[in-house]
C-alpha cells in the first residue's frame, strides 16, 4: 500500500471526498460513544461553497492511493456569513484582542474543520496536515484559528499538541459551548 500523501485539494472528485468524509464523521452521523471516543465534526458543507473556499485558500488533504483519508478546511474571512453556525463564530473571535491587537484588524485562516478517516487514525495524520497548512500559509496569514466543540475532547487534545491555545470559551445563542483557539504562525518558524 501507498504512503499517504499531504497535499492541497485542486479536483472536484477530491471536494466530493471531502463532503463524504465529512458526512460520515458528522455529530449527528455517528453514536455518542463514537462521538467520545474518536471526535466528530460540527458544520455541514455543500460542493458549490466547498469550491469558493477552496479557489480562496486551498484546502489540505491526506490521500493513499488517490482516496482521501483526511482533510484540513482552510477558510478566509470572507466565507464567515455562509454557514449559520460559523458566523457566530467569527464575530466573537474578532472581538478579541490577541497580542495587543484586536483579531478582527488581522488577516488571520480560520481552520473550517479537520477530519481523519478511520482507517487512517493513530498516525498523528492531523499534526502532517496542519504542518503542511502552515508550510503553505504561514506568510500570508499569521495565525490560524478555530473553534472546538467543548465535548470534543479528543479534538481538544490533538489541537493542544500541534500548538493551539485557547483563547476564549463561550456558548452560542443555540446553547452549544464553543473554545475558540489560536495558533500563532510567526512564533517558532526557525528550523521549521
Not at 460513544?33 to 491526506?62: C, E
Not at 466565507?79 to 464575530?91: C, G, M, R, T
Not at 491555545?165 to 528550523?191: C, K, Q, S, V, Y
Request: with cysteine; proline share 2%.
Amino acid at each position: 500500500m501507498e504512503p499517504i500523501k499531504i497535499t492541497l485539494a485542486r479536483k472536484d472528485a477530491q471536494l466530493k471526498q471531502i463532503l463524504e468524509l465529512q458526512r460520515i464523521n458528522a455529530l449527528e452521523s455517528i453514536d455518542a460513544d463514537t462521538a467520545k471516543a474518536q471526535g466528530f465534526v460540527t458544520a455541514r458543507h455543500d460542493l458549490p461553497l466547498l469550491k469558493q473556499m477552496n479557489a480562496s485558500a486551498a484546502s489540505v488533504i491526506a490521500l493513499q492511493e488517490r482516496k482521501l483519508v483526511g482533510y484540513c478546511l482552510a477558510m478566509t474571512r470572507e466565507f464567515s456569513k455562509s454557514l449559520a453556525s460559523l458566523a457566530i463564530l467569527f464575530e466573537r473571535q474578532d472581538v478579541i484582542e490577541h497580542r495587543g491587537q484586536l483579531l478582527g484588524e488581522v488577516e488571520y485562516l480560520v481552520m473550517g474543520q479537520v477530519c481523519v478517516a478511520e482507517e487512517a487514525r493513530g498516525q498523528k495524520l492531523a499534526d502532517r496536515m496542519y504542518k503542511y497548512l502552515r508550510a503553505c500559509y504561514h506568510l500570508r496569514f499569521p495565525y490560524c484559528l478555530t473553534a472546538i466543540d467543548a465535548r470534543n475532547t479528543r479534538s481538544q487534545r490533538v489541537h493542544e499538541r500541534i500548538g493551539f491555545e485557547e483563547l476564549h470559551r463561550f456558548t452560542a445563542p443555540d446553547g452549544r459551548n464553543w473554545i475558540l483557539i489560536i495558533w500563532n504562525w510567526r512564533d517558532g518558524m526557525e528550523g521549521f
